[in-house]
């Protein structure tokens, strides 16, 4: 473990120690990851002998089969609660701690943080000007997920765990690092090998992850009937492919945030070097969701990578955040500063052409280069 994280673990079970109650809050939406460290951190507390609770404050629908399996078989078992719920059951001394995510805007709790007499936020995603007002926080974007933070703690403080939670955490790294592929370190590795040896089952991870047909349809629809592809920067060293997805057919059909964000992930699959999926929520917002191919560290030009966070930043700074490789968002369309889910897409693929031209080296370059080589 970590100097940093073995720092902050220390703050932590200290404010669980001093709290008389503690409240767990993961981002809106809660995917395996969220619900998974939520469920971590929940057995933490519960390990020092506090009144533990999770709000999960979204209507069911909008959640993937495998979350809502998880929370309903635990309902009662880790105190799952909506945030009226919570906000009744709030004294003067409970902690809330947020995870898998340092934006305010992705949470319940965002309109009550000052309720709580401490907030502590446990992330992996990129950190920016929207973060969490929280008197300690831990964000490290090098970990693949919250649930190989909340794992580490749970090891390091030989915490005993229940074989099920093993599981819902080694659901986290999975989902995180799609299986070890990206985001992995020798320490994701590390955690999940512990995490299989206090009882986490693949074969049950398997089982939550698996799909709903009809889902699995809507996001291959999409795809197949709403991908257009575009070339950037091809006069340069550095020619981009990204793809556009939307459902061109029926623009206004609903979605899931993960069901968005699985189309975007797919697209990688194919020759693209990055891929922006966007789709109706229930609610008539736009969920956006970017992927940057990460290009092994021995290819060259090592620069040019389109970095899809700062994208959608540029779109909307407001209600998009993430990473270089992966990042997503919602954005409003009633008094918006989109106007339809075409417009969305118009400025995207302009933001990532002033991007990619901002970043290009014209390919004459290269031959000056080597004029000034021969020279020398
Ligand atoms: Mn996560």
Known sequence: MGTELKFFKDILIKAITDSNKVFIVGHNEPDFDAIGSAIGIHTIAKSLGKEVYIIVNDDALNLEPGVKKII?????????????????????????????????????????????????????????????????????????????????????????????????????????????????????HDIAEKLINRGADSDYVNELFR????????????????????????????????????????????????????????????????????????????????????????????????EAGTILQKLDENHCGGNAYSAGGTIPLQGGEYESIFEIEEALMSIVEDELNSKAIPSERKKVLKFVRKDV
Do not use: W
């Not at 995603?125 to 919250?146: C, F, G, M, Q």
């Not at 099920?164 to 990206?182: C, E, H, M």
């Open 211 to 306: 799909e709903e047909f009809e889902s699995y349809c809507r996001i291959n629809n999409l795809i197949i009937n709403g991908t257009v592809f575009k070339k950037y920067a091809e006069e340069t060293l550095i020619p981009k492919q990204v793809s556009f997805t939307i459902n061109r057919e029926a623009p206004t059909t609903i979605y899931r945030r993960e069901e968005i964000a699985k189309a975007a992930d797919r697209m990688l699959k194919f020759d693209v070097d990055a891929s922006f999926v966007m789709g109706y929520n229930k609610e008539g917002n736009i969920i956006v969701s970017a992927r940057s191919l990460k290009k092994p560290k021995a290819s060259f030009p090592l620069i040019g990578q389109i």
């Open 72 to 188: 309903e078989e635990n309902k009662a078992k880790y105190n799952i609660i909506t945030l009226a719920e919570a906000k009744n059951l709030l004294d003067d001394n409970s902690l809330l701690v947020v995870t898998d995510t340092n934006k305010d805007y992705l949470t319940s709790t965002k309109d009550d943080l000052d309720k709580f007499s401490k907030v502590m936020v446990i992330d992996h995603h990129e950190e920016d000007s929207h973060t969490i007002k929280s008197d300690y926080l831990y964000i490290n974007p090098d970990v693949s997920s919250a649930c190989e933070i909340v794992s580490n703690i749970i090891i390091s403080e030989r915490i005993k765990i229940d074989p099920k939670v093993a599981s819902y955490l080694l659901a986290g790294i999975f989902l995180d690092t799609r299986r070890f592929k990206q985001n992995t370190s020798s320490k994701t």
